[in-house]
């Protein structure tokens, strides 16, 4: 896409969308593509493989979902027994919830059916779920293997694949879990890899899964949001209590996400800010999917607060009132960072991030 052309297309209608769709995201009052939308609609929708780099809380489900939503709804037809016919693998069970949050209000009053399989719930209940069809699915790798190895999915129907956050899901180890999956694909297929971040191992990831793919950045790779006001407290490991406290009690009402490195600290944390009278919850790789669900849910409603979580919470939230995220423990790799603060500042709103050094 040129410069020139990129100036007319304002609006979701001139990317190409059908006017149905529009009106549903209007709806839901979204009026206006954001640039990474601009960028991989129009690409998508003429059915070529996408590589787009845009940072967190861009509007990165929508550039690849509506595209995808519509070429489907243009085939349409029941997907048959354990098939699928799109596939989206997502590295936490967070994001594939929040994705298929996304897109369910767009597939309303269409037969398409938007499924999630997660670890942490029953594996009996998604294999009989997998089992009438699905159009979309959105999946993490492991559970999807487990489904696979059960014989309980047939993915050779699959003619749209899409990989969100994928640098993400390599940090996490699932790139075996992807050399499992890929093979059981349909063929020919669209692919589409969206991440925040680039690196070799992402550049070897699309040449192996991407064909001849258009690559669409909006930001340069590792690029932190700019609304969103950042600042260190430098100081000893034994005054971070107090300085944390200090930071909440300056706006008791703000909905912060505190981060911490490992499950054991979030935890312990979380209880102490309890005890001291914060409205606080936690979410981390120790906690069930039902918990981890209701202390989000409790989150988004404002019933509390303040949320302490691990890196396995820095994707797939997507709450646009976050005003804080303070960085208790920093995380190792700049990555991660970026990803962590990423929660705040998001839909065009302020935000700050604060770590504690």
Known sequence: LGG????????????????????????RGIEAPTPIQKEAIPLALDGSDVMGLAQTGTGKTLAFGLPLIQQLLADLGRPKLKTVKALILAPTRELVNQI???????????????????GGQPI??????????????????????DLMDRKGVDLSTVKFLVLDEADQMLDMGFIHALRKIEPKLGKPRQTMLFSATMSKEMEGLSTAYLNRPFKVEVTPPGKTADKIEQSVIFLEESEKPAALRDILLKDP??????????????EKLMKQLVAD????????GNKS???RDKAIADFKAAEINILVATDVAARGIDIPGVSYVINYALPNVSE??????????????????ISLC
């Open 4 to 27: 020139c052309h990129r100036l007319y297309l304002s609006d979701f209608l001139s990317l190409g969308l059908d006017p149905a769709l529009t009106v549903k995201l209007s709806n």
């Open 100 to 118: 298929a949050q996304n897109l369910k209000p767009l597939v309303e009053d269409s037969p398409l059916r938007v499924n999630i399989v997660v």
């Open 124 to 145: 009996l209940r998604q294999l009989n779920m997998l089992s009438r069809g699905t159009d979309i699915l959105v999946a993490t790798p492991g559970r999807l293997i």
């Open 253 to 266: 009402q703000g909905l912060s996400i505190i981060f911490m490195r490992t499950k054991h600290h979030a």
């Open 277 to 284: 009278g914060f409205l606080a919850a936690s979410i981390h």
């Open 289 to 291: 999917q039902n918990q």
């Open 336 to 353: 991660s960072y970026v990803h962590r603060i990423g929660r705040t500042a998001r839909a065009g709103r302020d935000g700050q991030a």
